[in-house]
């Protein structure tokens, strides 16, 4: 009985020892989401800044062309501004596919944690359901326990008892 209720213990302090790891992953894993959000929101600020400059440079540009003048002039603009265009728009491609793979990186982080936590849940359902059967075995342990000890007590004061009449007999 002994060994049973110090294997239950032992089962449970594993079973609460699971139950922190977990918790403490999964706070890790918060805090990594976390953290990609913010990167994620300083490189569209930082896009957006980029965006700008380029919009300003491009007015710019355009300001310096109308004064030269001329048809060579403006066409030579429009094919550095549709360079300038596309290289933005091939950063921008490159931005987005990045983007979409670290959105995927962190949906299977939230995927996992889900999967760890429910995990833990299982196991935290499992250790109390086994800690309710723990508890109703002890009882029923020191039930019995309590009824043998009032046998034992019954019995010796019937030994007692023999004991005297035969003290009185052999008299």
Same mark, same amino acid.
Not at 36 to 50: G, L, T
Not at 126 to 145: D, F, H, N, P, Y
């Given at each position: 009985? %002994? @060994?049973?209720?110090?294997? !239950?213990?032992?089962?449970?302090r594993?079973?609460?020892?699971? =139950?922190?790891?977990?918790?403490g992953?999964? *706070? ?9 959000? $913010?990167?994620?929101?300083?490189r569209?600020?930082?896009?957006a800044?980029?965006?700008?400059? !380029?919009?300003? *440079?491009? $007015? @710019? ?6 004064? $030269? ?8 603009h =429009? ?6 265009l596309?290289?933005?728009e091939?950063?921008?491609?490159? !931005? =987005? ?6 959105i995927r990186s962190? %949906?299977?982080?939230?995927? %996992? ?21 723990s508890? @109703?075995e002890?009882?029923? =342990?020191?039930? %019995? !326990? ?11 004061? @019937? ?8 003290f009185?007999m052999?008299?």
């Amino acid at each position: 009985m %002994e @060994e049973k209720t110090t294997e !239950l213990m032992h089962t449970v302090r594993s079973a609460e020892a699971e =139950c922190e790891r977990i918790r403490g992953e999964k *706070q890790k894993l918060v805090q990594k989401w976390q953290s990609s959000v $913010i990167n994620v929101s300083k490189r569209d600020d930082a896009v957006a800044a980029f965006e700008g400059a !380029l919009k300003e *440079q491009e $007015i @710019e540009l355009r300001g310096k062309k109308a004064e $030269i003048g001329g048809a060579r002039a403006e066409v030579i603009h =429009c094919q550095e501004q549709h360079d300038q265009l596309t290289g933005v728009e091939r950063r921008v491609e490159r !931005l =987005c596919a990045a983007r979409q793979s670290q959105i995927r990186s962190a %949906e299977e982080a939230i995927a %996992e944690v889900k999967r760890a936590l429910s995990r833990a849940v299982k196991a935290k359902a499992s250790t109390a359901k086994t800690l309710g059967v723990s508890k @109703e075995e002890l009882r029923m =342990c020191e039930i %019995e !326990l309590s009824n043998a000890e009032r046998r034992v007590a019954k019995m010796d004061a @019937e030994r007692k008892a023999l004991e005297d009449e035969l003290f009185v007999m052999g008299r």
